[in-house]
């Protein structure tokens, strides 16, 4: 059973979640869904062209999941979520600001 996919989009989910609900401010679960895997992309192509998972033998036992593999595959989203959460909270609170000096 192939357990990365079912990881990999239960990180996404998660992270645009949290890039949805975590800052001030209304925003859309499908853009914040749509930031976090177009972000995501380009590191995990990066990512597995640097082969830091062993490669999978049929004739040798795996793990369901390396720990590699996972951070390869749960590393991207977060970060992505994470800048993405940075750069609401940063406008929001530059709102904020602009309308705590003009009242």
């Known amino acids: 059973m192939a357990l990365g996919p079912v990881v990999g989009c239960t990180v996404v989910f998660a ?6 609900f975590a800052p001030v401010g209304a925003f859309r679960f499908a853009k914040s869904l749509a930031i976090v895997f ?3 992309l380009p ?7 640097m082969q830091f998972t062993p490669r999978r ?10 720990p590699s593999e996972f951070m390869v595959i749960a590393g991207p989203p977060v ?3 994470a800048m993405l959460t940075a750069v ?9 600001i602009r309308q705590d000096s003009a009242g």
């Open 38 to 40: 177009v972000m995501s």
């Open 57 to 66: 033998i049929k004739s040798v036992e795996h793990p369901a999941m390396y």
């Open 88 to 96: 609401r909270a940063r406008k929001e609170s530059a709102a904020l």
């Open 79 to 81: 970060l992505a979520a």
């Open 43 to 49: 590191l995990w192509f990066f990512l597995a062209s």
């Open 15 to 20: 992270c645009a979640g949290w890039a949805t």
